[in-house]
């Protein structure tokens, strides 16, 4: 059974700064993964989908690294504003494309 | 493009009433999920259906929840009866085929059930 964790669980930064978060999941075989964002009382936005035979996916400020091998996933937010305050989460999608999410990553950008 | 229509956005009820959910998914999508979202967690897969078809439901508490998409588009998930462990978010999404490895899903905004 597929299990995802983010670590951290909430993180709070200034504005500008460059920050990471981290995805990691149990089972590699994986058909794709995706980060998404959530907004208080809203649904998941689709940041990024990186497919399971490629390494990385890019747009604007972010960019989402896959390692299969060793389970990992890494969300890279560049020059972070307080619009990106928001609830991260990553979903690895498993033979019959269902998404299994980890717990999110709370981000607060201060002004 | 229209996106992932749910409906309503809020429900209040007590525990042992029965309530519905509503879904529309992007059209042309042949794969609609629900997902169950309790506070503070990620969402949990409850059902998957592929056009009118389910392929997953091993995560739906069958002994209260129900989920039907007779013509293969809109869709309804019920619970019958609430218990206070039901309140959470129920989220829709859907993708164009359950195959292949570009199976991007597209949420709708989700209904926050609160059972008293």
């Known amino acids: 059974k597929q299990e995802v964790t983010q670590i951290p669980a909430a993180l709070s930064v200034p504005e500008g700064e460059n920050l990471v978060l981290n995805c990691s999941f149990t089972d590699s075989a994986i058909y794709n993964l995706q980060w998404f964002r959530q907004d208080p009382g809203k649904g998941l936005t689709s940041l990024l989908l990186i497919q399971s035979s490629q390494r990385e996916q890019t747009s604007g400020r972010l960019n989402a690294s896959l390692d299969k091998s060793s389970g990992r996933s890494t969300l890279y937010i560049a020059a972070s504003q307080p619009g990106d305050s928001a609830t991260y989460l990553c979903a690895c999608s498993g033979s019959a494309r269902q998404l299994t999410f980890g717990s999110g990553t709370q981000l607060t950008v201060l002004p | 493009e229209a996106g992932v229509a749910q409906s309503p956005r809020y429900k209040i009820i007590e525990k042992r009433q029965s309530v519905a959910f509503w879904c529309n998914p992007i059209s042309g999508h042949a794969t609609l999920y629900w997902y169950q979202q309790i506070l503070g967690q990620g969402p949990k897969l409850l059902i998957q259906?592929?056009?009118?078809?389910?392929?997953?439901d091993s995560q739906l508490p069958k002994d209260r929840f129900s989920a039907e998409r007779l013509k293969g588009v809109d869709s309804t998930l019920k619970i019958q009866p609430a218990k206070l462990e039901d309140s959470a978010v129920y989220l829709c999404?859907?993708?164009?085929?359950?195959?292949?490895?570009?199976?991007?899903?597209?949420f709708g905004p989700g209904t926050r059930l609160t059972v008293l």
């Open positions: 259906f592929q056009n009118n078809g389910v392929v997953d």
């Open positions: 999404a859907s993708s164009f085929l359950g195959g292949g490895s570009d199976n991007e899903q597209f």
